[in-house]
């Protein structure tokens, strides 16, 4: 196949491969990024909207003191629910949204490494916000603040179903962002255009990648918790209950390991949105971007180490408070090194400041006042007196809305003629900047003074004379200002879209690739694979860039079905040609069930949960059930050589989404094991006090071994072509697989302790309980390999299947050598 | 490809380029684990604070971890350094302005070669976490480990 000019491209027929039907068929079953990308745009912001409301609320309460519009109970809700719908609901989504959007054109790509993947985090995101506020209409929203602290979330003190909905909200929106994150982590390292390697991919992808890869290892935390939580209000658990060996503080620590990573993986992204679009209006290329990707890189490292900062006033020892107070100063490091690198690209360059513009300086604006307050707060001693005030509600936004609405709303005016083919209007821009910027410190700079001068949060009123009622009421006048400005962000992208002037391919003149691709972009994205030889791909020759050059007007067509590049993950040199799937109904059906699950779950209704089950085995089977089986090895002559299609080798497309997989979920048992030494650690009494017997498990471990080896026989059966030892070796394994759980359950029955008798108990039967799914699903996944070897659907350089079941089984056997190690060995040598 | 993105991949071993990027880091995730880890169960071992650490020679433990800490972040810094110095004629390789009209600041602009990048990587984050272990280190000799109550 060779080089063909873009030009003469059969654009038709690309058309009817890659586009999506019209009607509500295609709309459901879609797995274009870009309608995912703008599905997500829309939500979220829709959400932003739901919890701004909110936010007005609880601001007209406060306005004057000892107003009484709210009941302290409707306030608790209120800012429990405005919480988490702006973290959790909004400010993720959002640069999801963006990323969906541009990351294949940005990439050089024609869609992400996983579309279906793609479909079923948007849904199972929708599920999840539709799910949350299903408590509205109940009158039972979450009412313990974002961060939901035990005990005010323990059945003791909150006995309805409000913290429920929040604990299965969480579980729901973790298996979203985690499928999300894998799929972003993925389609980096292996679909990017040939020639795009590390160090010239701009820094939102360094921004996402990031935030993917911390999602990948933070939001086990939360689904441990949530899922602890959820055990301890409805099936009597101890994990958070000091009079049966648990603890509260377990689970601010288990959140804020989450919570803290989340913080940069909310912010990160944005940053990546003005370090790429804050370059165009300086007609130069960013300042130390080598700098500025690793600040990248490093802010979420260290991000990791600084979640005691959350818990300075719990009464830990000082010198552990010293080290996470010295990492949370240190943390200031890589941020800086982000705003001199803006500043230096500003003083360096020849700016010019349309609405775009405006909203990025605004950020940093805004961003160097809400890091300085972190600095302060990092701070311990000052800290302690500072904590649970509303000078941590003023840093807190402005780091939010500074470093996440700003570049946001940034991001959508540099990119909506992109979406739309349509500018939006720089008037109203003008108008809707600085109606944003002047509510934003309207409401928020005040909060740091009324902190300084003793006001708690969380309180739904105040009485007079206490000197914060002036302060309040500009805050609230802030407020409404700032509503008036999303109203205006709102009218101005609905009037651009109908009126808004005709952008062209690259209206700002911009150096990335997605602006070589027309607006909106074709179906198909590309409709030639590009080379890229640079950084900027479009300012090369203005540059004088280094001696290589992108290729955009010429390259492979791929047209033989929806394909892409396999590339490799450091130099993006071509592998191999990926299959790329059609739209399905699948993910919707998948998420959907999924929900139902979690309505099960809420109302105790088991036979719901069920059949929510049992409808998501079976989309999961569906899914992994191949469209179409390639009957001979294809393939195709390039210009990189001649690569295979449809396989993409030994770590292949799906290889790196097993491994994403059995990394959270190694950080999920991980955070489980935390939990158990945690607990042990802090127990008065001798424990367990009934230690748990260990002959069944050794022999059900030495079973499991053995179910680990007759995997690898298997794969090495069909390496060798031997497709007969492949499904002996296969069925071998899943009998071992079924008398481990079997035995299991044996033991289960034998054990003098239940799940409700003490935190031992609860930590017991939860982790090898989690263990044991795990094995259920693996046995899933062989049994749906075993099926497909009998129909002889793998050869040699075409078993990823094989490949990627091994994969997950080996780590289900390691997990478990762990778990053993752990629950059944440690307590005998107390 | 018409010019590869890595011209002097071959100079240098990934696992190398990979130890100078990740020393650092494990370095301090262990130091900060192990040291907080140790310190809170001295200094708080089950529900009430102590005045004294019941772990004997608890700083010295926790200096020791410290110290592996900080040469592995050295380590990590002296591989890196030593790629990079290897991997000089991908100054060409990566994007940026042409070598005749390199400005001083063009291998930060650029990162010039991909293996270039990631040695540079590499020296940037190991001395950034040498800086913080050494922090890290200097607190356990500067703040009293337990509550005085």
């Known amino acids: 196949m060779s080089a063909v000019l873009a030009e003469a491209a059969p654009v038709d027929r690309l058309n009817e491969i890659w586009e999506t039907p019209r009607g509500w068929r295609g709309s459901i079953s879609s797995v274009d990024h870009k309608t995912i990308g703008k599905r997500y745009l829309v939500t979220s912001i829709a959400f932003l909207v739901i919890g701004g409301l909110e936010a007005l609320m609880m601001r007209s309460q406060l306005a004057v003191s000892g107003e009484r519009m709210l009941s302290a109970g409707a306030y608790n809700e209120l800012f429990s629910m405005h919480g988490v719908t702006m973290i959790f609901l909004y400010a993720a989504p959002v640069l999801s949204g963006f990323s969906n959007y541009i990351w294949p054109l940005m990439l050089g790509a024609r869609d992400m490494a996983y579309p279906r993947l793609n479909a079923l985090s948007y849904w199972t995101y929708l599920v999840a916000g539709i799910f949350l506020y299903t408590s509205l209409p109940l009158g039972a929203m979450p009412n313990a603040g974002w961060f939901d602290y035990v005990p005010y979330a323990s059945r003791e003190y909150n006995p309805g179903l409000n913290i429920d909905f929040y604990a299965l909200t969480m579980i729901l929106l973790a298996v979203s962002t985690t499928v999300g994150s894998i799929n972003f982590i993925t389609t980096l390292f292996k679909t990017r255009a040939p020639g795009m390697s590390l160090n010239r991919m701009p820094i939102i992808v360094w921004g996402t990648l990031t935030a993917s890869v911390a999602n990948v290892f933070a939001l086990p935390a939360l689904s441990a918790a949530a899922a602890m939580l959820f055990l301890d209000r409805r099936i009597g658990t101890h994990f958070y209950d000091p009079a049966a060996g648990g603890h509260p503080l377990l689970w601010q620590h288990l959140f804020w390991m989450f919570g803290h990573p989340w913080v940069y993986v909310i912010v990160l992204p944005a940053m990546g949105i003005v370090s790429d679009a804050l370059p165009t209006f300086c007609r130069r290329p960013l300042v130390g971007y080598t700098f500025v990707a690793l600040a990248t890189v490093m802010t979420a490292m260290i991000g990791f180490g600084v979640w005691l900062h959350h818990m300075f006033a719990t009464g830990i020892a000082p010198l552990a408070l010293a080290f996470f107070g010295a990492a949370s100063i240190f943390i200031t490091i890589p941020s800086a090194i982000a705003v001199f690198a803006w500043l230096g690209t500003l003083w360096d360059g020849k700016p010019w400041y349309p609405a775009p513009m405006k909203f990025m300086l605004g950020f940093i604006a805004l961003f160097v006042i809400g890091g300085v307050s972190g600095v302060m707060t990092a701070a311990v001693p000052f800290d302690w007196q500072l904590t649970d005030t509303y000078f941590v509600v003023a840093h807190l936004h402005y780091v939010l809305v500074g470093i996440n609405v700003f570049p946001v709303i940034a991001g959508v005016y540099y990119w909506f003629p992109k979406m739309t083919g349509r500018m939006m209007d720089e008037r109203l821009g003008t108008w809707n900047f600085w109606t944003l910027f002047i509510g934003a410190n309207l409401v928020f700079f005040p909060m740091h003074i009324v902190g300084l001068l003793g006001m708690p949060r969380r309180i739904y009123s105040y009485p007079a004379g206490l000197g914060w009622d002036a302060y309040n009421l500009i805050e609230t006048i802030g407020a409404f200002v700032f509503a008036a400005g999303v109203a205006l962000f709102a009218f101005n992208v609905w009037i651009s879209r109908r009126r808004g002037r005709i952008a062209g391919p690259n209206p700002w003149d911009a150096g990335t690739l997605e602006w070589s691709v027309s607006s909106p972009p074709p179906p198909y994205n590309f409709a030639v694979i590009p080379t890229v030889g640079s950084r900027h791909p479009l300012w090369e020759d203005r540059l004088g860039e280094g001696s290589a050059r992108s290729v955009l007007a010429k390259g492979p067509l791929l047209a033989d079905g929806r394909e892409t590049f396999a590339t490799t993950p450091l130099d993006a040199e071509p592998s191999a040609v990926l299959q790329m799937p059609e739209d399905t109904y699948v993910p919707l059906a998948l998420a959907v069930s999924i929900g139902i699950i979690g309505y099960g779950l809420l109302f105790g209704l088991w036979w719901l949960a069920a059949i929510g089950g049992i409808a998501a085995a079976a989309c999961a089977i569906a899914w992994l059930w191949p469209a179409r089986v390639e009957k001979d090895d294809r393939q195709i002559e390039t210009e990189f050589g001649e690569l295979p299609v449809g396989s993409s080798g030994r770590h292949s497309v799906g290889w790196w989404g097993m491994a994403c997989v059995v990394a959270t979920e190694a950080a999920f048992f991980g955070y489980l094991l935390f939990s158990y030494f945690y607990l042990g650690s802090l127990s008065t009494n001798p424990w367990p006090d009934d230690v748990p017997r260990i002959g069944l498990p050794i022999l059900n471990t030495l079973i499991l071994i053995a179910s680990s080896v007759a995997v690898w026989f298997a794969g090495r059966g069909i390496r060798r072509n031997r497709n007969n030892h492949l499904v002996a070796w296969l069925g071998t394994a899943i009998v071992l697989g079924v008398v481990f759980i079997s035995l299991q359950l044996v033991e289960y029955g034998r054990e003098k302790f239940s799940m409700t008798h003490d935190a031992y108990g609860s930590l017991f039967y939860t982790i090898t309980g989690f263990h044991g799914a795990h094995v259920l699903v693996g046995l899933v996944m062989l049994v749906v390999v075993f099926v497909r070897a009998t129909l002889g659907h793998f050869r040699p350089g075409r078993d990823e299947a094989v490949r990627n079941v091994s994969l997950y089984w080996h780590f289900v056997d390691a997990v478990w050598l762990v778990v053993f190690t752990s629950l059944y060995i440690t307590p005998h040598l107390r | ?149």
């Open chain 2, 1 to 149: 490809m018409p010019e590869h993105p890595a011209p002097a991949r071959e100079r240098v071993a990934l696992p190398g380029l990979w130890f100078g990027f990740l020393a650092g880091p494990l370095g301090w995730t262990v130091q900060t684990l192990v040291d907080s880890a140790v310190t809170s169960h001295g200094c708080f071992p089950q529900l009430l604070p102590l005045s004294t650490p019941t772990i004997g020679g608890l700083r010295g433990i926790l200096f020791a971890v410290s110290l592996g800490a900080i040469v592995l972040c050295i380590a990590g810094a002296v591989v890196a350094w030593r790629d990079w110095a290897r991997t000089r004629e991908e100054h060409h390789a990566g994007s940026g302005r042409a070598s005749e009209h390199a400005q001083p600041t063009a291998l930060l602009e650029t990162g010039e070669g991909r293996t270039r990048f990631m040695a540079l990587s590499g020296v940037l984050v190991s001395v950034t976490f040498l800086i913080v272990t050494v922090a890290h280190t200097a607190s356990i000799f500067l703040v009293t480990p337990c509550q005085t109550v």
